[in-house]
């Protein structure tokens, strides 16, 4: 069985979050977020261009201040041009949004090709000196891209697409594995596999719990992150964690 909780440094966090880029400030969504962490929900993803910045708002109103066990994850810089300023003003929205001194895990949404990582890492490392930022992390980078990054900071998360239809960064898993790197798929419940719906009858489980167990099954780095509004869909990823499935069923998926 794998397990049901991951490190991300000192925290312990579940293996499953949620994915928040479809989350509006609406009482509803608040009172959403609310349930979720009381059903057990610790890991929670944002970021500052989600919703127009009401993802993050939302976030902010119904949990600020932040449980003790609940790690929110926010981004920025995702589109070019704005630089290391550009950044800065992205974060200096994100606290605000947020309601919080402290941002637990902070990635840098996308590389600029026009820009160094080491310069991106260098703007980070002020704000993690600072206690502002308590862990980076990176998205859709490379293995490469990555130890480049750790020659200025640490690197406690990678964010990248994997799932059953998208399977182009197995090196990148692999590596975060060796390195006690926490890897979060995005868009981790993508894709379909012809034996997917005769696992799940087996298992009495849905398709997408199905596809979060085999990631789970993938590595013991993996935490996935599906978005839903729905606290009944939460409650169901939640309880993927308990699914095993055998050897014969990863390979059927795999």
Known sequence: ???????????????????????????????????????????????????????????GAALSPFPDDVVVATKGAYHPGGGTEGLRAELAQSFERLRTETIDLYYLHRVDPDISIDEWMRALK??????????????????????????VVPISAVQNEYGLSERKHEEVIDHCEAEGIVFVPFFPLRGDKPALGEIAERHDATTDQIKTAWLLHRSPAMAPIPGTLSIEHLRENLAALEIELSEAELEALS
Request: aromatic fraction near 4%.
């Open 1 to 59: 069985m794998p397990s049901r909780t991951i490190a991300l440094g000192e925290r312990e966090i579940s293996r499953v979050g949620l994915g928040t880029n479809r989350l509006t400030d609406t009482e509803e969504n608040r009172d959403f977020l609310r349930e979720a962490v009381a059903s057990g929900l610790s890991f929670i993803d944002t970021a500052h261009l989600y919703t127009d910045g009401a993802s993050e708002s939302t976030i």
């Open 126 to 151: 002020e704000y993690l000196d600072d206690g502002r930022i308590a862990h980076v992390g990176l998205s859709e980078v490379s293995v490469e891209q990555i130890e480049h990054a750790r020659e």
